[in-house]
């Protein structure tokens, strides 16, 4: 199993990036994804995370951010509008070790290599 995150960079606040993450063998159709991120010197978080039957969960900056999937490309993406400096961090997806979504770190049983984003003017 391989998640790949890809669609970090920098961005000056208010600014939007599209994060996507690619799954690579297991099936979108029968397992959730998660995102988090993690700040430097801070604890990772848990941001949300879409299960099948589609079913959204957002367990942070809900109102910025919108989790969405495509199974037939097996990726998830996470559209982040708005973006501050404090949103500043290390991106990563991941997969849950039970079907239905977590939010806790320790709940997750494979992770992608994570994406930076970095806002700055």
């Known amino acids: 199993v391989q998640l790949q995150a890809s669609g970090g960079g920098l961005v000056q606040p208010g600014g939007s990036l599209r994060l996507s993450c690619v799954a690579s063998g297991l099936s979108l159709d029968y397992y959730a994804v998660a995102w988090f991120r993690q700040a430097p010197g801070k604890e990772r978080e848990g941001l949300a995370c879409?299960?099948?039957?589609?079913?959204s969960k957002y367990y942070a900056e809900q109102g910025r951010f919108r989790i969405s999937k495509d199974n037939a490309k097996n990726t998830v993406y996470l559209q982040m509008n708005n973006l501050q400096p404090e949103d500043t961090a290390v991106y990563y997806c991941a997969t849950p070790r039970v079907r239905s979504c977590r939010s806790h770190p320790s709940a997750m049983k494979y992770w992608g290599k994570g994406t930076q984003v970095t806002v700055s003017s």
């Open positions: 879409i299960s099948n039957p589609e079913s």
